[in-house]
């Protein structure tokens, strides 16, 4: 049984989640999603996000109350967080990618780009 729990929590620190495959977002993580939407790239303050969402007196009452559903998500690999705690969503590999593209100088990794046009016309030419 405890043995359960470390592995799970070993996975969490890993950036994997246990229960991700088959858990969907409640409300709240909805309603931090459709909020982070608005600010796209830019990482955001826990208690911006508190203060945002939910009614006022929740806020009164616990200025932090969205952390632990911030950490939740970023467990599941929805969000990302810088070292000061602020959130963000998680940019798809795409658009990172394509993003890179239009940004001289950036590295692609180990990224090998294939023109169609030209593997024909090089086949063309070797008969």
Sequence with gaps: ???????????NRQGQSADKTNRQMNADEKAVQDFLKDFPGIFVSVSEISRRLGARRKFLKDRLWARPILRRMELDGHLEANAYGEYRLKASI?????SALNKPGVSLGETTL?????EAEAEEADP
């Design 114 to 118: 294939i023109s169609f046009g030209e």
């Design 1 to 11: 049984m405890q043995g359960d729990k470390i592995l799970q929590t070993s996975l």
């Design 94 to 98: 795409n658009e990172r990618f394509v």
